[in-house]
């Protein structure tokens, strides 16, 4: 059964970057890596997706090694409203949609 | 902007009741998903459906059942509700394709007594 690992918090301050790491051993050749987030009282909002290297958009890059056994989403110079949780999900067709257990991250000043 | 709206944020219920749970979509998405989230247990999707009149079931099926008569309405059904349906239900819908982006509704918050 697929599974989809990562922290369940994270602390850091303002300014500084984060590296949220998702480990997903049992990911298929298919699969593809999406990153959520998360704010209190809203739904998850799409931040970045990959299958393999590195992608980067104007809010976040995600790193993929060789094996994607796991990803790390980086965000840059982190801000107060940077505070929220993080998904990493993994999806082979409708079937096989993983989400993780989410990582909490609070930015402080 | 895509929008997802969710007929309610907040639903009490008693058990044994039956349960709607609206969704509605306004960017023509194929693609429509039930979820419930959960502390410590991340989103687990319930159902899911790629076209009108068409449904599959997700991880979670048992309890729920769902209805999709019109591209834009996604519905989740709880035929009769119990204590451990109390949940966050998420309502995503997305372009053709799996890989495609999701988009959330609000979520409705339901708790069954």
């Known amino acids: 059964l697929a599974k989809t690992t990562q922290p369940i918090s994270m602390d850091s301050y303002e300014g500084q970057e984060v590296n949220i790491t998702c480990s997903h051993n049992n990911i298929a050749t298919n699969d593809y890596i999406t990153w959520y987030q998360q704010f209190p009282s809203q739904g998850p909002r799409f931040i970045i997706q990959?299958?393999?290297t590195k992608v980067t958009n104007e809010v976040a890059s995600l790193f993929i090694p060789a094996d994607r056994k796991s990803s790390t989403l980086s965000l840059p110079r982190v801000s107060l409203s940077d505070t929220a949780v993080y998904y990493c999900?993994?999806?082979?067709?409708?079937?096989?949609?993983?989400f993780g257990t989410g990582t909490r991250l609070l930015v402080s000043p | 902007d895509v929008k997802v709206t969710q007929s309610s944020r907040y639903l009490v219920k008693r058990t044994g009741e039956k349960v709607f749970l609206e969704c509605v979509q306004d960017m023509d998405h194929e693609n429509m998903f039930w979820y419930r989230q959960d502390p410590g247990l991340g989103l687990r999707l319930i159902y899911f459906s790629y076209d009108v009149k068409m449904k599959e079931k997700g991880d979670i099926p048992e309890g729920y059942s769902v209805s999709r008569e019109k591209k834009e309405r996604f519905s989740l059904i709880l035929e009769s509700a119990s204590t451990n349906q109390t949940s966050m239900y998420l309502c995503?819908?997305?372009?053709?394709?799996?890989?495609?982006?999701?988009?959330f509704g609000p979520g409705t918050r339901l708790t069954v007594l």
């Open positions: 990959g299958y393999k």
């Open positions: 995503a819908s997305s372009d053709r394709g799996p890989d495609n982006e999701q988009f």
């Open positions: 999900m993994t999806n082979t067709g409708f079937q096989k949609l993983v």
